[in-house]
C-alpha cells in the first residue's frame, strides 16, 4: 500500500468511527460517495460534516490540515478530528468536534517548507473515546506507530 492509499483508508476508518457516533446517537447520516468531494464527507441531520482522521502536532498542540482543505474545513457545517492512537492519549482513539462553523481559528505556520494550518487543541471538545478496538490497530497501523505497542494491545 502506497502512502497515498494509507491517507485513504485512514480517512475512511476515521469518517466511519464518526458515522457510527452520530448513528448511536440517533441522527441521520450519509456518507458521500465521492472519496474526493469539495465540500463534504458526510451529511449528519441534513449537515455537512467534515472528518479529518490523524495523529496531531503534539509539539505545536494543534490539528493540523494542508492549504488546499482550509476552504473546506471552514464552511463544512461541522469539522471533526479523529486523533489516532499514540503514548500521547494512552492508545486510545480520541474524537474531537471544533467550534461550530464561523467561530473556527486558523493558525498559518510552514512545516517542512510548505504551509499549513493549524487548530489548537483548547479550540476543539472531545466527544468521544474509543479504548482496545480492531479500528485503534488499524489506525496505529496506518501511521508511524511503535508496532511493538500495537502487538501489546488487549483488543475487544
Known amino acids: 500500500m502506497n502512502k497515498e492509499q494509507m491517507m485513504v483508508e485512514l480517512g475512511s476508518i476515521g469518517e ?8 448511536r446517537q440517533g441522527c441521520e447520516v450519509a456518507l458521500s460517495e465521492n472519496k ?10 441534513g449537515q455537512t460534516c467534515e472528518v479529518k482522521t490523524q495523529m496531531p502536532y ?29 503514548k500521547h ?3 486510545r482513539i480520541d474524537i474531537y468536534e471544533s ?3 464561523g467561530m473556527r481559528e486558523f493558525r498559518k505556520y510552514k512545516a517542512q ?4 494550518y493549524g487548530m489548537n487543541f483548547c479550540e476543539t471538545t472531545l466527544i468521544d473515546s474509543i479504548e482496545g478496538s480492531i479500528e485503534g490497530i ?4 496506518l501511521t508511524s506507530s511503535d508496532m511493538s505497542v500495537v502487538n501489546k494491545l488487549n483488543v475487544h
Open 36 to 45: 474526493y468531494d469539495s465540500v463534504k464527507d458526510m451529511l449528519i441531520d
Open 89 to 91: 492519549n494512552d492508545y
Open 58 to 86: 503534539f509539539y505545536k498542540k494543534m490539528f493540523t490540515i494542508k492549504v488546499d482543505q482550509y476552504f473546506k474545513c471552514m464552511n463544512a457545517d461541522k469539522l471533526i478530528w479523529v486523533e489516532t492512537p499514540s
Open 16 to 23: 466511519d468511527l464518526v458515522a457510527d457516533l452520530y448513528r
Open 138 to 141: 488499524r489506525l496505529m497501523k
Open 113 to 116: 517548507g510548505r504551509d499549513m
Open 99 to 101: 467550534p461550530q462553523r
